[in-house]
């Protein structure tokens, strides 16, 4: 079974784009590099030609990757989406049952996540415990810093 990456337009686009880049400016500067401490002389004692060898191989890994992040990438469109209980894309107001803190946040792939913006993957431990509730449930969390309870406070979408 393949192993799908739910997107939203933005984040395809931005992967895209990623990709281009290192597959254009990425290889050449990569090729560059290696054809400089190639013309430095003996290449089984040259560090710079080895660290560029190694460099073009970390850069043939992460361009793999984005392409088969992109080639099982399914584009989900927000307005299609259901508000009545918690699932990707969702932004969700909940509230720390502990600490009676109320955050938002919203839940992306794993690819788009970014703690600064609010935005948590849907795998994490948070993104799993509060997918499929609805408002006024409790999730419950099992976290690295032990077990929390989080009430849905409210669920939208966009």
Known sequence: MANYTYLTQTGYDRLRSELDEL????????????AEARSQ??????????AAKDAQG??????????????????IDESQLD??????LSNVT???LKTG???????VSETEAD??????????????GLLGKTVGEIAKVATPAGAMEFEVMGISVG
């Not at 508000?83 to 990707?88: D, E, F, T, Y």
């Open 115 to 128: 703690a600064k913006q609010m935005r948590i993957s849907v795998t994490s431990p948070i993104g799993q």
């Open 41 to 50: 002389g003996d290449l089984s004692e040259n560090a710079e030609y080895d």
């Open 101 to 107: 803190k109320e955050m938002t946040y919203k839940l």
């Open 83 to 88: 508000s009545s209980k918690v699932a990707i």
């Open 58 to 75: 970390l850069l043939e890994f992460k361009i793999n990757e984005l392409e088969t992040i992109l080639a099982n990438a399914r584009i």
């Open 94 to 96: 909940i509230k720390n």
């Open 23 to 34: 597959k254009t400016t990425g290889r050449q500067e990569a090729a560059r590099a290696i």
